[in-house]
């Protein structure tokens, strides 16, 4: 989005909302990892959860990401990311219809 901004002005706007929007995202994973955390020991849970968050996404994600792109091209790692979620979501799919199977089967 912030490509098209053609003065500062439209440039403010759009990366407020695009921090808005990464604020949204970032808010939604702590509450997710809060949520799935055993209270008994939520903070250390908690700190180990936000410590893999952001040595996956700054560490391997991000200096992954640079080296995809110097050696393969755009095109090729957004195919391939495509790809990767694409299978992860099939699997996440499956089981889920394989748990709700068994639910049934049990009542």
Do not use: C
Request: glycine share 10%.
């Amino acid at each position: 989005m912030l490509i098209f901004a053609s003065t500062w002005q439209i440039l403010a706007v759009l990366y407020a909302i695009v921090g808005f929007l990464f604020g949204a995202i970032y808010a939604t994973v702590g509450a997710l990892a809060m949520d799935v955390t055993n209270p008994r020991i939520a903070a250390t849970q908690f700190s180990i959860f936000m410590a893999l968050l952001n040595v996956g996404e700054v560490g391997i994600g991000n200096g992954l990401a640079g080296v995809l792109l110097d050696n393969l091209g755009y095109r090729r790692v957004f195919l391939y990311s495509g790809l990767i979620y694409g299978i992860a979501l099939l699997i996440i799919y499956t089981l889920k219809i394989k748990r709700n199977k068994n639910k049934r089967n049990t009542k």
